[in-house]
């Protein structure tokens, strides 16, 4: 399975609203993570199975989508949103990951 | 709160071996499976390896079948990745990762990483 991330580049100020698109070549129903991801710091997991909050994550992120088109929502960007964006399903082997979105500061 | 340590990396030549390590702290390490992930320069993620929690279960991605080796010692809390046969497209910052559930492929902790650099 293949999952494409759009856009590549997404620039946007903070208070924005961000839309991050990935579109697997195959159903996968809900299985499909977020992980958000700074430079020199670990990954950190803000959704799972399409739309769950991880723990500590802040409502203003929210996930959707089933089948093949997902997306992230970021409602009002905040400084510290800017960052690199991964898909990632687990619906069958091997569980790859998106090329990611790259959110920088417009 | 969960902590992962990872360490190992360093520098080593083609062909050579390495072991990575990833010390857990803050949860039931023996009740989670683990994972090692990793980013090549300038490349995403990439998932490497799978061990269930009790090392009864374990998954590769292929192209690292056969050379490298994921194991746990739940005694002292600590996830290791054996690496053998090492090539250039192994250079990577390695990343070990807890899964959420017991082998559910959600990534819900990381290490801060550590890297490998493959050169001659």
């Known amino acids: 399975i293949v999952l494409t991330q759009s856009p590549a580049t997404l620039s946007l100020s903070p208070g924005e609203r961000a839309t991050l698109s990935c579109r697997a070549s195959?159903?996968?129903?809900?299985?499909l993570a977020w992980y958000q991801h700074k430079v020199g710091q670990a990954p950190r997991l803000l959704i799972y199975?399409?739309?769950n909050r991880a723990t500590d994550i802040p409502a203003r992120f929210s996930g959707s989508g089933s089948g093949t088109d997902f997306t992230l929502t970021i409602s009002s960007l905040e400084p510290e949103d800017f960052a690199v964006y991964y898909c990632?399903?687990?619906?069958?082997?091997?569980?790859?990951f998106g090329q990611g979105t790259k959110l920088e500061i417009k | 709160q969960v902590q992962l340590v990872d360490s190992g990396g360093g520098v080593v030549q083609p062909g050579r071996s390495l072991r990575l390590s990833c010390a857990g702290s803050?949860?039931?390490?023996?009740?989670?499976?683990m994972h090692w992930v990793r980013q090549a320069p300038g490349k995403g993620l990439e998932w490497v390896a799978f061990?269930?929690?009790?090392?009864?279960?374990?998954d590769y991605v292929d192209s690292v079948k056969g050379r490298f080796s994921i194991s746990r010692d739940n005694s002292k809390n600590t996830l290791f990745l054996q690496m053998n046969s090492l090539r250039d497209e192994d250079t990577a910052v390695y990343y070990c990762?807890?899964?959420?559930?017991?082998?559910?492929?959600?990534?819900?902790?990381w290490g801060q990483g550590t890297l490998v650099t493959v050169s001659s």
């Open positions: 803050g949860f039931m390490f023996n009740s989670y499976g």
């Open positions: 061990i269930s929690s009790d090392g009864s279960n374990r």
């Open positions: 199975d399409a739309s």
């Open positions: 195959q159903t996968i129903s809900t299985s």
């Open positions: 990762a807890k899964d959420r559930m017991g082998s559910s492929y959600v990534f819900d902790y």
């Open positions: 990632q399903h687990r619906s069958n082997w091997p569980r790859t």
